[in-house]
């Protein structure tokens, strides 16, 4: 024990040695092959790589062997491929990459998984498609195609509403079996043709309380009319929201009414925007056709503010809104004072007329008494019944302020 006290600095010493040595020696004896991808950065074993199906290649694998004293930068060696891969068959596809070289063997394993990556399409016939009002959509037809799954016409789904008095989207829907979606819209116009025959019945000043008698008797004749609305009568709001819902289009004819409200263009879209937030509260949207009390040509507008109308009426557009008079007088606002005078109104003032647009107020009861037979008129008279859209024909009276 002594002795191994004694000579113990002595024996540390020379197994320091022994292990630097050893690590010396190990390190030169250290040998390496690394794998490198397209983008020349060092790639592991079980690398996973997606092939799109018919339109793809596969990795250039490149490889140098390493010694840490001798070949610490490397030396380009030739790498065998073992495997196959078809791109036209979805699947997976082991590969192994090996390097043979001074009696060292190294393999990288690839794995190619071909995947269908391209959605499907679909060819609408008659993409830009036109209808006249009043008549029936027909589907014009269309073809689904995919790379891998063929012919996939069958499995479209179509959605939307058709309309026949208002453009509308028709949506083509269809997955292929490996989950790509592809979707497409058809864009129906639906115009109104030169020789067509139709009615526009309007109701100005409401809701009120014949509202709903008056809803009542549209839905009876299934006609849709077009309710320029205000803020006058709040108690009865709520049938702004139940007409939207049966299928009217709701329009705006200000908040109160009021024609100080043409005192200056701030007023007036003040006052307009009013409305314009109950009906989104009632309907969930903005409404972009516009009806001016008293109608463009009114005068009284002048003695607020001079030109006030020439401005709005022009402004409006810029704006994005359609504003609509009218070219046959109901005489509900005056005048007229039972069902059967705004009746004969209705028939004297439209005929000859083939794009007629009515005014009536539904705050008139004697008024909504008369409809019933306006649309028995109008039918057989050959007129087509139906509220104005933004593509409607308008009719502008002209300005005289």
Not at 9 to 34: D, H, M, Q, S
Not at 245 to 274: F, M, N, V
Request: hydrophobic share 35%; proline share 3%.
């Amino acid at each position: 024990m002594k002795y191994i006290k004694k000579y113990w600095p002595i024996l540390c010493f020379i197994a320091a040695i022994t292990i630097l040595f050893i690590g010396e020696y190990n390190k030169r004896n250290t040998k390496w092959v690394t794998f490198y991808g397209n983008d020349g950065k060092a790639i592991q074993d079980d690398y996973v790589v997606e092939l799109e199906y018919q339109n793809a290649e596969l990795l250039n694998v490149t490889a140098k062997y390493y010694e840490y004293i001798t070949k610490p930068d490397g030396e380009d060696v030739s790498v065998q491929m073992i495997g196959e891969v078809d791109v036209m068959t979805l699947g997976e596809y082991p590969v192994v990459y090996r390097v043979e070289h001074n009696d060292m063997v190294e393999d990288l394993t690839v794995f190619y998984v071909v995947k269908d990556l391209t959605e499907p399409t679909i060819v609408l016939e008659e993409e830009d498609y036109v209808l006249l009002v009043g008549q029936e959509y027909e589907e014009p037809g269309f073809i689904a195609t995919d790379i891998c799954d063929g012919d996939l016409t069958d499995k479209v789904v179509v959605t939307g509403e058709p309309s026949p008095y208002r453009d509308f989207v028709i949506t083509y829907t269809v997955s292929d079996s490996s989950g790509n979606t592809c979707e497409v819209e058809r864009h129906v116009s639906v115009v109104v043709g030169d020789n067509q025959k139709v009615m526009y019945l309007t109701f100005d000043d409401g809701p009120s309380a014949y509202t709903k008698r008056l809803l009542d008797v549209l839905d009876q004749y299934n006609v849709k009319a077009t309710f320029f609305v205000t803020g006058q009568n709040l108690d009865y709001v709520d049938m702004i929201g139940e007409a939207y819902r049966r299928g009217h289009t709701i329009a705006l004819h200000t908040y109160s009414h009021d024609y100080s409200i043409y005192s200056s263009a701030e007023d007036y879209y003040a006052d307009l925007q009013k409305i314009q937030d109950i009906v989104v509260e009632q309907t969930g949207e903005e409404a972009k056709i516009v009806r001016f009390p008293g109608g463009t040509s009114n005068t009284t507008s002048g003695k607020y503010c001079e030109g006030i109308m020439s401005f709005l009426a022009k402004d409006l557009e810029e704006k994005g809104y359609e504003y609509c008079d009218w070219n046959v007088s109901s005489g509900d606002g005056g005048g007229a004072h039972d069902e059967a005078t705004v009746l004969q109104n209705v028939m004297n003032f439209s005929s000859g007329i083939r794009k007629a647009i009515v005014l009536q107020h539904d705050t008139q009861g004697f008024s909504v008494d008369a409809v019933d037979d306006i649309i028995i008129y109008a039918r057989s008279q050959g007129y087509l019944l139906l509220p104005l859209t933004e593509s409607s024909p308008m009719v502008h009276q002209g300005t005289n302020n």
